[in-house]
Every structure is written in structure tokens, then in C-alpha cells.
């Protein structure tokens, strides 16, 4: 079994930054994938970046150049610095980690940004 504690969520105005982070403890195998959805309010759970062990992240087109995935392998921890916020990145946002062909989920963080 794997837990996800997130933090770093809040509201901000459009333009502004946020970094999120997510901490993994439990059955953390080093080869896994951690990562980040979100989900908007009548809208589905969409990928935002996530990031093998391997260190090779992978970006949604809607946050390129704005957002930037991280993990600290050593920590169990992910993080994502997200920059020149904008009122679309509003939503409610998962960690996520896949390990073992198995799925996590964390209770999610709102990040809410206003015009």
C-alpha cells in the first residue's frame, strides 16, 4: 500500500506561482511514476506532467513552458512548480504514482486562480 500526503495548494492571482508537493511512503519500489492530474469542476481528471524514476517528465501541451515537474527520489517526494498561472489551470489537483502496475491516489489540493 502507498500513501500520498499533498500540500502547497491555495488561490492566486492570474500571473502568480504555486509550487505543489507530494509525499509518497509505503510500498515505494524505485522504478515508479509520479505525477499530477487535475480535475475542474464538470470536467474529467486530466493528466497535467508527471515523471518517471528514470527523471524523463512528460507534459501536458496546456501547461508547457509554464509548469515544471520534479521528484526527489530519495524523499519519495514530487513536486510541481507552476508559474504564469492562469484562471484555466483552476481545479483540483491528484497526486499520482504508479508502481507495480498498481495506481495511487492522493486527496487532492485546490489551486484556484483568479483573473
Known amino acids: 500500500q502507498v500513501q500520498l500526503v499533498e500540500s502547497g495548494g491555495g488561490l492566486v492571482q492570474a500571473g502568480g506561482s504555486l509550487r505543489l508537493s507530494c509525499a509518497a511512503s509505503g510500498r515505494i519500489f524505485s522504478s515508479n511514476t509520479m505525477g499530477w492530474y487535475r480535475q475542474a469542476p464538470r470536467k474529467q481528471r486530466e493528466l497535467v506532467a508527471d515523471m518517471s524514476s528514470g527523471g524523463r517528465p512528460n507534459y501536458a501541451d496546456s501547461v508547457k513552458g509554464r509548469f515544471t515537474i520534479s521528484r526527489d527520489n530519495a524523499k519519495n517526494t514530487v513536486y510541481l512548480q507552476m508559474n504564469s498561472l492562469k484562471p484555466e489551470d483552476t481545479a483540483v489537483y491528484y497526486c499520482?504514482?504508479?508502481?507495480?502496475?498498481?495506481?495511487?491516489w492522493g486527496q487532492g489540493t485546490q489551486v484556484s486562480v483568479s483573473s
Open positions: 499520482n504514482v504508479r508502481v507495480l502496475g498498481n495506481v495511487y
